[in-house]
């Protein structure tokens, strides 16, 4: 465990000799002088099928807590490492709050204010995949939603980051995508695609009004085939039928 004034330099040495499988870098703002906690931790599985195989797992968890200042100072030389090591590390996450690392946070995808539009864009983002589409249909606006960098957001409203919500940066071989945050929203409805809801699957998300549902089922039905297409009523839990006749 490494305390107090410790630098960056050495963590970064630390996990470089480690080649640990998973490293989880928390960024907490705090007062009092800057503190650098590191806890490893190795697991070991044993399979028997004819014959004993081992499989070792490392995972690193670094605590960094410090001023505003002292974090921001910090978060590129961590970043950095992140990038370089790409290939040594299965997994990278640097989580801190969106204000402390939010000029390293891209600005959403806003690719249209008509669902039209909304429509247009999955319909194209989904030619190449032969996953199920789900779309989840919300009656509820919401104050906010998480988004990752590689989805598309729709809406007739405003979007802005939310600063005071987690936030992380994603590096290593296996990340399924660069950063995870979250915008505030505001308007009458919203469609976003989803990376995050889930690995199974292409995740969209519907919020409008329930009047509002039939016209966003119309669009949508055409975008993929009917046996991988799913509607899920998120407020009653439940799929839709398919094909969809009436709905209301």
Request: proline share 4%; charged share 25%; aromatic share 10%.
């Amino acid at each position: 465990m490494a305390r107090s004034n410790d630098e960056w330099g050495n963590v970064a040495n630390l996990l470089r000799t480690s080649r640990a499988n998973k490293v989880t870098i928390y960024l907490k703002q705090a007062g009092g002088n800057p503190k650098i906690e590191v806890m490893m931790r190795t697991s070991i599985k044993s399979r028997i099928k004819g014959h004993e195989r081992r499989r070792e797992r490392k995972e690193a968890s670094i605590s960094i807590s410090g001023t505003e200042t002292y974090l921001r100072r910090l978060t590129p030389h961590i970043i950095s490492y992140a990038q370089m090591h790409e290939l040594d590390h299965e997994l990278i996450m640097i989580n801190a709050k969106a204000g402390i690392i939010r000029d390293y946070l891209p600005a959403p995808h806003i690719d249209g204010n008509t669902i039209e539009e909304a429509a247009a864009k999955i319909k194209e983002l989904t030619e190449s995949i032969v996953d199920d589409l789900i779309i989840h249909l919300f009656d509820d606006y919401p104050d906010w939603t998480s988004i990752t960098d590689m989805d598309y957001l729709f809406t007739d409203g405003w979007v802005r980051l939310k600063e005071d919500v987690d936030a992380s940066i994603y590096g290593g071989y296996n990340k399924r995508y660069n950063v995870e945050y979250s915008v505030s929203v505001g308007g009458t409805w919203l469609i976003n695609t989803n990376l995050s809801y889930g690995k199974d699957g292409f995740h969209v998300i519907a919020v409008t009004p329930r009047k509002n549902w039939r016209a966003i089922i119309e669009l949508m039905k055409y975008v993929a085939p009917g046996d991988r297409l799913f509607f899920v009523d998120e407020d009653r839990d439940c799929v839709l039928p398919f094909p969809i006749r009436h709905y209301q």
